[in-house]
């Protein structure tokens, strides 16, 4: 009797907690317009804030999951060797490598975003898609070392020993054992590299300045600056930008808090 | 025969030894690749930044290519700005009230969670979700719940006649602070419960249970029991909050822009206007560089609280 009241009261907690995301929707499905005519429940649903943001958006949205892509695809790359160093070998380095991490969290995005605008400007990587992948790797990398190394300490060094007896050299020991042994934690690292991407916005501010190039977190911000008028259509496009939350959050649960503790310098 | 064999020994020493040789290389280029990346995307912008901030680096630089010293000029020019005082006013204000706020709750719910009851587990993790989402889509989200004449906040609290006319959330400055501390502290929620959640089920039941014979029930317990657990948690979380609230910057610029009348305006924002909008970059640099300053303050405090943790 009583774990149902509690069952009653975490619903509560949870109903008041996403009530902006089921705004979202609700508002997404409404005749366009101001809010003023949205009522608690979508009615008369309407799709015509989905078909104005796919045609204004769409290409936007494509952008995005390419970056998004391609960030996970380098951060991972980069980042599971150096996490099985920082795990495996003993060494000084790993010390001043995870006090190098540790100091990485505080530098503001502002700053990096500062340095690439200079640099991209004179190497011509402004308004570009590499551009915004190689700067959105300032957030996957280091996150990404540190869900791998956290898993891979736990790692048997029996494991990679026994590979090397067979004369397996140690790049090979590593592609061979360490790395499917690891496939959940890539798989958490992976999928918040991309969230990452698909959620950066500052980047996409300031280092794009001609439209070629647009995510659509950018593509957002843009309908908000103007005047909105049409708030379904804002609405739709947000919770097209928020499906990959959405789907992570249902498909992949038992990945999400592990990110969420892992990320967290242990 | 005694030769043949030494030989062979020796030849095997040295397979062994340029064995290693390749070993300690292979170790090398396992980390290179990240290390070359952080030095890229962390270090060189900390140089870069830390140059900047002492040259008078404008707009005419990307043409002229030329940005001339000036020492501590940009700092001086930035610090006695009238907006200065506000900007670090409204950082403080920022930082201290989201974290406090998202602390206490997600404190109170991660204590919530700890009762064992039906699909607990599901909904703590659908909690997560606030903090999933990208934050400009947050920002547009509650800028339509908070809009003055048609928000449903405004005509909601019309309705219950908790107020007469409707409140301007975001326009006006002496609220749009509090309004914007409020969506970060949404925000900022799912990610405190599920750390300290984590932190809540690392206690084990035997302590409550000693502690129960002892008395120690209630407020006694979460007070000598819980809460002296859980400071190892609460000092890591408190000390990345700190961190990453005082950099923030998508939810102002998403919600009010820094406005109205800069009421909103905050060292980042600030930075980010510097730099980008007015295309002063040595400015730009030289806020971000206090910000960095103030961040790595609270770092060597956190550093030095756990380095005495781990003494004792």
Partial sequence: MRRTAYTVIGVLILCVMLFPVYWMVNASLQPSGNTLTAGFLPLHPTFSGYKRALDEQGGNLVTSMIIAAGTVVLSLAIATPCAYALSQFRSRWVSIGLLAILISQMIPGIVIANALYTAYERIGLLNSIPGLIIANCASGIPFAILILRSFMLSLPPSLVEAARVDGAGLFRAFVAIVLPISKNSLITAGLFSFLFSWSDFLFALTLTTKGGVRPVTLGIYQYLGTQVQNWNAVMATAVLSAVPAIVLLVAAQKYIAAGAIGGAVK | ?312
């Fill in chain 2, 1 to 312: 025969m005694v030769t043949l064999t030494r030989t062979r020994v020796a030849g095997r020493a040295k397979v062994r030894g340029r064995h290693h040789r390749g070993e300690s290389l292979t170790k090398v280029l396992f980390v290179l690749p990240a290390a070359l990346a952080m030095l890229a995307l962390f270090g060189y912008p900390v140089v870069k930044n830390l140059l900047m901030s002492l040259q008078d680096y404008g707009l005419k630089t990307f043409f002229t290519g030329v940005a001339p010293w000036v020492g501590l000029q940009n700092y001086k020019t930035v610090v006695t700005d009238k907006l200065f005082s506000d900007a670090m006013l409204n950082t403080a204000l920022f930082t201290v009230g989201s974290i406090a706020f998202q602390f206490a709750i997600g404190l109170g719910l991660a204590l919530f969670f700890r009762n064992r009851f039906p699909l607990s587990g599901v909904l703590r993790s659908l909690l997560l979700l606030p903090w999933l989402l990208p934050l400009i889509v947050s920002s547009a989200t509650w800028r339509s719940i908070l809009e003055q004449d048609s928000g449903i906040l405004n005509r909601t609290l019309q309705a219950l006649h908790v107020i007469n006319d409707p409140v301007p959330w975001l326009n006006s400055p002496s609220v749009a602070l509090i309004a914007v501390i409020g969506v970060n502290i949404w925000i900022g929620i799912p990610f405190n419960v599920t750390l300290l959640y984590s932190g809540l089920a690392e206690i084990p039941d035997e302590l409550y249970e000693a502690g129960q014979l002892d008395g120690a029930t209630g407020w006694r317990a979460f007070r000598y029991i819980t809460w002296p657990n859980l400071r190892s948690v609460a000092s890591v979380l408190l000390m990345l909050g700190v961190v990453y609230t005082i950099k923030v910057l998508d939810i102002i610029l998403g919600l009010t822009g820094g406005g109205p009348a800069n009421a909103t305006q905050t060292l980042a924002t600030q930075s980010y206007q510097k730099s980008f909008v007015d295309f002063r970059f040595g400015q730009g640099a030289a806020l971000s560089n206090i910000l960095i300053a103030i961040s790595f303050v609270f770092a060597i405090f956190y550093l030095r609280g756990t380095r005495r943790a781990v003494d004792e």
